[in-house]
């Protein structure tokens, strides 16, 4: 049961990270930097207080994957908060859980596995959904750029997905360590670049602590306690929190609810990427 509400508490504290977003007056690149390197010093104080010893010859036989991965982390960052502020959080968080089906789609070209049926019909339902929140069924396309910014995001971090599928001896708190840091430090010289004249309020100075101490170190670590304990079914499962909390948080705080064609469409992609991870009456072994 510990297990089960870390794990639910992990996805609840990623689901409000929209709403801290749209409230820090700071360009994305800035945000998405800070909360790299903060999240990397969380996670590599708790390993050092818990006497933990990074494995470094783990970490020296994939530090180029695991710098280029970080990379694609932090890049995913600034096009998903970039997405918030273009077509609001429901419709930017529903595009980015795009992210399982392009892996799938990906899959029998990067890991030699065979698509099943069921998961061509949910590629194709996710596609259907969309066209409907994009706008184009209403005779137009007002949150394309939105849409084109959250499904880049999906795309980057099923990127990352995908190459961590080939560093299966790097331990999960090293890994997320340095991917972290390097999501910070490379996406920090962009940042700079394009952030220009920068003036921060002790607001936006606190919710960037928080979005780096919590929702970034803090809900890392509790969802790695949790998943060494979970099958992958449940994991599945509760990972679909992140989205509701999103979704349901924004609707109430900012009345972002999705209406008519987004309703629709976010039920259809919600609902393929759920079914084409679930393999109902199997067990999954967790990853």
């Given at each position: 049961?510990?297990?089960?509400?870390?794990?639910?508490?992990?996805?609840?504290?990623?689901?409000?990270?929209?709403?801290?977003?749209?409230?820090?007056?700071?360009?994305?690149?800035?945000?998405?930097?800070?909360?790299?390197?903060?999240?990397?010093?969380?996670?590599?104080?708790?390993?050092?207080?818990?006497?933990?010893?990074?494995?470094?010859?783990?970490?020296?036989?994939?530090?180029?994957?695991?710098?280029?991965?970080?990379?694609?982390?932090?890049?995913?960052?600034?096009?998903?908060?970039?997405?918030?502020?273009?077509?609001?959080?429901?419709?930017?968080?529903?595009?980015?859980?795009?992210?399982?089906?392009?892996?799938?789609?990906?899959?029998?070209?990067?890991?030699?596995?065979?698509?099943?049926?069921?998961?061509?019909?949910?590629?194709?339902?996710?596609?259907?959904?969309?066209?409907?929140?994009?706008?184009?069924?209403?005779?137009?396309?007002?949150?394309?750029?939105?849409?084109?910014l959250g499904l880049g995001a999906a795309a980057l971090?099923?990127?990352?997905?995908?190459?961590?599928?080939?560093?299966?001896?790097?331990?999960?708190?090293?890994?997320?360590?340095?991917?972290?840091?390097?999501?910070?430090?490379?996406?920090?010289?962009?940042?700079?670049?394009?952030?220009?004249?920068?003036?921060?309020?002790?607001?936006?100075?606190?919710?960037?602590?928080?979005?780096?101490?919590?929702?970034?170190?803090?809900?890392?670590?509790?969802?790695?306690?949790?998943?060494?304990?979970?099958?992958?079914?449940?994991?599945?499962?509760?990972?679909?929190?992140?989205?509701?909390?999103?979704?349901?948080?924004?609707?109430?705080?900012?009345?972002?609810?999705?209406?008519?064609?987004?309703?629709?469409?976010?039920?259809?992609?919600?609902?393929?990427?759920?079914?084409?991870?679930?393999?109902?009456?199997?067990?999954?072994?967790?990853?």
């Amino acid at each position: 049961m510990k297990d089960k509400l870390s794990m639910i508490l992990s996805m609840a504290i990623f689901g409000t990270i929209g709403i801290f977003v749209e409230l820090i007056a700071l360009p994305s690149g800035l945000i998405a930097s800070f909360r790299g390197i903060v999240g990397a010093v969380v996670i590599l104080l708790v390993m050092l207080i818990s006497g933990r010893k990074p494995d470094f010859s783990a970490i020296k036989s994939k530090w180029w994957l695991l710098v280029l991965s970080g990379g694609a982390i932090g890049f995913n960052w600034i096009l998903l908060f970039e997405a918030y502020r273009h077509t609001g959080i429901p419709v930017a968080t529903v595009c980015y859980y795009m992210a399982p089906l392009f892996v799938t789609a990906l899959s029998p070209m990067v890991l030699k596995e065979k698509l099943s049926p069921k998961q061509i019909v949910c590629i194709f339902i996710a596609l259907l959904g969309i066209v409907a929140v994009s706008g184009v069924l209403q005779g137009g396309a007002t949150k394309l750029t939105g849409v084109a910014l959250g499904l880049g995001a999906a795309a980057l971090y099923a990127s990352v997905i995908l190459m961590n599928k080939f560093m299966g001896n790097v331990p999960a708190y090293e890994k997320t360590a340095i991917q972290l840091g390097s999501a910070g430090l490379v996406v920090l010289p962009y940042a700079i670049l394009t952030g220009g004249e920068v003036t921060i309020n002790l607001k936006s100075f606190l919710l960037l602590v928080v979005v780096g101490v919590v929702h970034t170190g803090f809900a890392y670590l509790l969802y790695f306690e949790a998943v060494k304990n979970l099958k992958g079914q449940v994991v599945a499962i509760l990972s679909y929190i992140d989205p509701a909390a999103a979704i349901i948080l924004s609707s109430v705080i900012f009345m972002q609810m999705p209406k008519g064609y987004e309703l629709i469409g976010t039920v259809l992609i919600m609902c393929a990427a759920f079914f084409s991870e679930i393999n109902f009456g199997k067990k999954r072994v967790a990853q």
